[in-house]
């Protein structure tokens, strides 16, 4: 295939799902920024990937039924040694509803808290927090690990042009390794009235954080606030044109240290 | 037998992955866990077969494929899901709070008119996010065919949608009934 020929559609979708490698990928990646209308059909797929991913996830979050963990049991199943077993298994059942729930529990929780201040947005950045960060293979829409260095800069590049022109403020990709921690890439997402835009950083423990980028609603600034709801805590903040929220499972310290670090980095440079 | 209660812990493991796809191919949510209750009944009636070098998820989600498969074949109303009564079980369910609630009826509706062929690659790929490979292993198709059916029915879908929300002024949620 010459470079000038228009991947079909089998194909971009392909590229979509990460089915394709080396200078295929970059094709592709090249033929989709220089036509902006392929490049807004990808987008809907990957919205609707998104949006079908939440609206199943949820069902994760269920303890598993009964009945089902008794067809696991009980089939065939010898005495000796059962009560133990049975034991691990009430265990093991617990832990998986109690990691994948935990957050979730806080919905009702979340909405009283609601009342009491916080704002609808702060959710969002949550619960996109809570949707995106277990994932193993496709936490970023856009990742910034990938190749040699001069690649993940342009990739860097890349992405901060994306979301600064998709969000109409300035997105710039925080550096927070001084803390720990390093950039995975970024995604699109939907906010109340428009797009948004989460940032993913990885410490070397695998520990996730993830900064939620809004366009504010009026120019304003407001200052740190930070709220906790079940396992995850969050600072949020309004500088400017552009709101933000700091989510994850870190101590208050932690995360409060790693906001403060974005808030000097958002600083523009003094002349 | 010791490698038998390990599979089994295996097994319990991978229930709430299980019940999700079930729970996107079924819509129903009780007939749901009937097909993940037959799909573990007939994991551990085969767990010998299984090579423990593999995913399980990927093993047991091929059987839930040939569980739908057969009930499917055997019972035609299940093929044929009304998508109002579709996104009324999925609103029952409630949860998601982070999903738009008009596009979330409008997303299930699309799907439910997605052909089981269709939808089925669709969501292995995108929910479960299965490779390419393992999705055709859990179809029993080649990986070209699994290509040009995920990018059909990424192409169909947006068509329900945005017809739907054309439509949506006009006629009204109803006017999807009548092309079922």
Redesign the interface.
């Known amino acids: 295939m010459t470079t000038d020929e228009r991947p079909d559609d089998a194909l971009l979708s392909a590229w979509l799902d990460g089915e394709v490698e080396g200078s295929e990928c970059a094709r592709i990646e090249a033929w989709l920024q220089a036509h902006p209308d392929d490049a807004a059909r990808v987008r809907l797929w990957a919205a609707d990937r998104d949006a079908l991913r939440a609206r199943f996830s949820a069902t994760l979050d269920e303890p598993v039924p009964e009945r089902l963990a008794q067809a696991v049991w009980r089939r065939g199943r010898v005495a000796a040694g059962g009560p133990w077993l049975q034991a691990v298994a009430a265990v093991l059942l617990l832990g998986v509803g109690v990691a994948i729930g935990a957050w979730w529990r806080g919905g009702a929780a979340r909405d009283a808290q609601q009342a009491s201040g916080s704002p609808a947005w702060t959710q969002r950045a949550a619960v996109a927090h809570a949707v995106y960060s277990p994932e193993e293979r496709h936490p970023v829409e856009v990742s910034v690990r990938e190749g040699d260095a001069a690649s993940q800069r342009e990739q860097e590049q890349h992405l901060s042009r994306w979301l600064t022109r998709r969000l109409s403020v300035p997105v710039k990709l925080f550096d927070l390794r001084s803390e720990g921690f390093e950039l995975v890439g970024g995604r699109l997402l939907p906010d109340a009235n428009g797009p948004s835009a989460q940032l993913m950083y990885q410490d070397a423990m695998g520990q996730r954080v993830t900064v939620y980028l809004r366009k504010a609603d009026r120019e304003a600034s407001a200052a740190f606030r930070y709220d906790r709801r079940g396992d995850l805590g969050m600072f949020y903040w309004v500088e400017g044109l552009c709101g933000y929220a700091l989510v994850g499972p870190q101590p208050r310290e932690r995360l409060l240290a790693l906001a403060e670090a974005i808030a000097k980095q958002d600083q523009p440079p003094s002349r | 037998?010791q490698a038998?209660?390990v599979f089994?812990?295996q097994?319990?493991?991978v229930?709430?992955?299980l019940?999700?796809y079930a729970?996107?191919l079924v819509f129903d949510s009780p007939a749901a866990?009937d097909l993940?209750?037959t799909t573990?009944?007939r994991a551990?009636?085969h767990w010998h077969q299984f090579d423990q070098r593999r995913d399980l998820l990927v093993w047991v989600l091929s059987i839930a494929h040939n569980a739908h498969l057969d009930q499917r074949r055997r019972d035609a109303r299940l093929s044929v899901v009304d998508p109002e009564r579709a996104s009324a079980d999925?609103d029952a369910?409630g949860?998601?709070?982070?999903?738009?609630v008009g596009?979330?009826i409008d997303?299930?509706q699309a799907?439910a008119r997605l052909s089981p062929e269709q939808r089925e690659p669709?969501?292995l790929?995108?929910?479960e996010?299965l490779?390419?490979a393992e999705c055709a292993e859990v179809l029993r198709i080649p990986v070209g065919t699994v290509?040009?059916r995920?990018?059909r029915a990424?192409?169909s879908?947006?068509q329900f949608?945005d017809g739907s929300e054309r439509s949506a002024g006009a006629a009204g949620p109803r006017g999807l009934r009548r092309v079922i």
């Open positions: 037998m038998d209660d089994r812990q097994l319990l493991g229930i709430p992955r019940r999700r729970r996107s866990d993940v209750q573990l009944e551990l009636a999925q369910q949860g998601d709070p982070g999903v738009d596009l979330r997303l299930v799907l669709l969501l790929v995108s929910v996010q490779t390419y290509m040009s995920v990018s990424r192409a879908l947006r949608l």
